[in-house]
């Protein structure tokens, strides 16, 4: 990608184009187009401004050290794993889980939910070995 292109781009999404129509003016494939912008803040409806909702001036989402940024990489938002894991564990409504599924037990009948998985039978590993060992476990 060359640096007009990179320019380009950055220009079209500031006016509000999507992804689809910055690839098509710029040449470029769509996975590119978007990887470029995530790269460099200019995704979702903050395109105009250039600049995520949460971090504001290279700042840690959650304590607010200044964060050093790597050209080329994918921008930072926390400073370390524990203020991510902290931020995120008291902000479980901006999660987005689409793979949530509920199921009664294959043993016990308890109610129970999980993420990710659409065939699980099981509300736990004890449930699990009860029902397919006939209450014993291999050791037994």
Known sequence: MTDGQKTQITLLR???????????????????????????????????????????DGQC????????QTEGMKRRVF???ECRVKWW???????KQKAV????????GKEFTAYGNSRRKYCSHECYIKDRFKGGGADD
């Open 101 to 108: 599924y509920s199921f009664g037990c294959a043993c016990c």
């Open 79 to 81: 400073c370390c794993e």
């Open 89 to 95: 564990r008291e902000h479980p409504d901006r999660i």
């Open 14 to 56: 500031q006016e509000g184009l999507g992804y689809t129509a910055v690839a098509k003016k710029t040449g470029l494939p769509k996975d590119t187009v978007k990887s470029f912008c995530r790269r460099n803040g200019l995704t979702g409806k903050l395109a105009e401004q250039g600049q995520d909702v949460e971090t504001q």
């Open 61 to 68: 989402r959650e304590c607010g050290k200044p964060l050093q």
